[in-house]
């Protein structure tokens, strides 16, 4: 269980995969009694979607940890590359009688395939776990600079505009206001950034499916991490907790993985509070039966990140016939870039925080 220099270089070359299909066929060479949950949507090349599911240990056991990957779909390069590194260090086959092991692959594969952070619906999936029974969150920042985070018209002129408005925004109200304006979440502009929906998106009711079918909500205990690219300082890998499990959330974590461990709650994590999140569901489901975790590795600062996600939108919104032109496949090969950054240094210093993250989840789960 333990990596040296040698293995965390040979990992990195291993594990990552260059596009959703090849990272499909490397989790089912590892994994190949997994359980594919199909979507009718079909990858750039005509690939089949699917959300692929494995299950190790006793289906009695009464702890249980979970692995995702793609919630945001494009950040699936990381967070399978991650997953693979679990089932490569042999973690799965260690297992008490006391503890079992589930590992959703490709959560959000129309995302993964396609490059775009969102569901086929143009849904933030970690904007979609509200309950939409109650009134939806307001985000009247957003509203005022929606025609600048995705215009019309992506032309230089038209981004420099832009950018003079969101600056403009900036001083007058303060850089963490418009943090939250801007990723905060959003739910009365589709097409738009950080879109929340208006309703489960299929891809929630696949997770919904897959923790009935596995009967998650039974357990004594669930730990998730949950992988995730784009916050932070290149490379790092911050360890998110979420608004909705709040200090005592935190605090779980944190005696897991020690102080590392980031909350928005207590203004430590380089996300800002949102609604909707992932973890809202496993605190609706599980409560205070759960430890959550989010992973976040950077990759690039803004405004290049704001950008690429500009283009992004864009594209989908006023040209989604253009998705697979020239054009598309520019923006597309943008969007991966920034938030999988192809470079050795980057994956290796991927391979030793995923690696730390699984071994202590799997210990504390182990011996806990």
């Keep these: 269980m333990n990596m040296n220099l040698d293995v965390a270089k040979q990992s990195a070359q291993i594990v990552f995969s260059d596009t959703y299909l090849g990272a499909r066929q490397k989790f089912l060479e590892a994994a190949p009694t997994s359980r594919a949950y199909k979507y009718g949507v079909k990858g750039p090349s005509g690939e089949e979607l699917s959300t692929d599911v494995t299950y190790f240990g006793d289906p009695r056991a009464k702890k249980l940890?979970?692995?995702?990957?793609?919630?945001?779909?494009?950040?699936?390069?990381?967070?399978?590359?991650?997953?693979?590194?679990f089932l490569q260090a042999?973690?799965?086959?260690?297992?008490?009688?006391?503890?079992?092991?589930?590992?959703?692959?490709?959560?959000?594969?129309?995302?993964?395939?396609?490059?775009?952070r969102v569901t086929v619906e143009g849904v933030d999936l970690n904007r979609n776990f509200v309950d939409f029974s109650k009134p939806l969150p307001k985000n009247p920042g957003y509203e005022e600079l929606d025609d600048y985070i995705v215009p019309a018209d992506i032309s230089e002129e038209s981004i420099r505009r832009a950018e003079a408005a969101i600056a403009a925004y900036q001083a007058k109200h303060g850089e963490q206001s418009f943090r939250i304006a801007y990723?905060?979440?959003?739910?009365?502009?589709?097409?738009?950034?950080?879109?929340g929906g208006t309703e489960p998106?299929?891809?929630?009711r696949t997770l919904e499916k897959i923790v009935s079918d596995y009967d998650v909500s039974s357990r004594g205990h669930v730990m998730i991490i949950d992988y995730h690219t784009g916050l932070g300082p290149h490379g790092y890998g911050e360890l998110q907790c979420e608004l909705s499990s709040g200090r005592e959330g935190y605090e779980r974590a944190a005696?897991?993985?020690?102080?590392?461990?980031?909350?928005?709650?207590?203004?430590?994590?380089?996300?800002?509070?949102?609604?909707?999140t992932q973890d809202e569901y496993w605190e609706r489901t599980l409560g205070d039966r759960h430890t959550y975790v989010g992973p976040e590795f950077g990759t690039y600062p803004s405004p290049g990140g704001r950008n690429v996600l500009r283009k992004d939108?864009?594209?989908?919104?006023?040209?989604?016939?253009?998705a697979d032109s020239d054009?598309?496949?520019?923006?597309?090969?943008?969007?991966?870039?920034?938030?999988?950054?192809?470079?050795?240094?980057?994956?290796?210093?991927?391979?030793?925080?995923?690696?730390?993250?699984?071994?202590?989840a799997f210990e504390w789960l182990v011996n806990g």
């Design 327 to 360: 054009l598309g496949r520019q923006i597309r090969r943008a969007t991966k870039a920034h938030f999988y950054p192809d470079t050795p240094e980057w994956k290796e210093m991927v391979v030793w925080r995923s690696h730390q993250v699984n071994r202590q």
């Design 183 to 195: 990723s905060g979440g959003q739910y009365t502009r589709p097409g738009g950034a950080f879109y």
């Design 90 to 116: 042999g973690f799965h086959k260690m297992l008490p009688p006391s503890t079992s092991v589930l590992i959703v692959h490709a959560l959000n594969s129309y995302g993964f395939a396609w490059d775009r």
């Design 65 to 85: 940890l979970i692995i995702v990957s793609a919630t945001h779909g494009v950040e699936g390069y990381c967070g399978s590359a991650a997953q693979l590194l």
């Design 255 to 276: 005696n897991v993985f020690g102080a590392s461990v980031t909350s928005p709650v207590l203004g430590t994590s380089s996300a800002v509070c949102i609604p909707g």
């Design 201 to 204: 998106t299929e891809t929630r």
């Design 313 to 322: 939108h864009w594209l989908f919104k006023h040209r989604p016939d253009a």
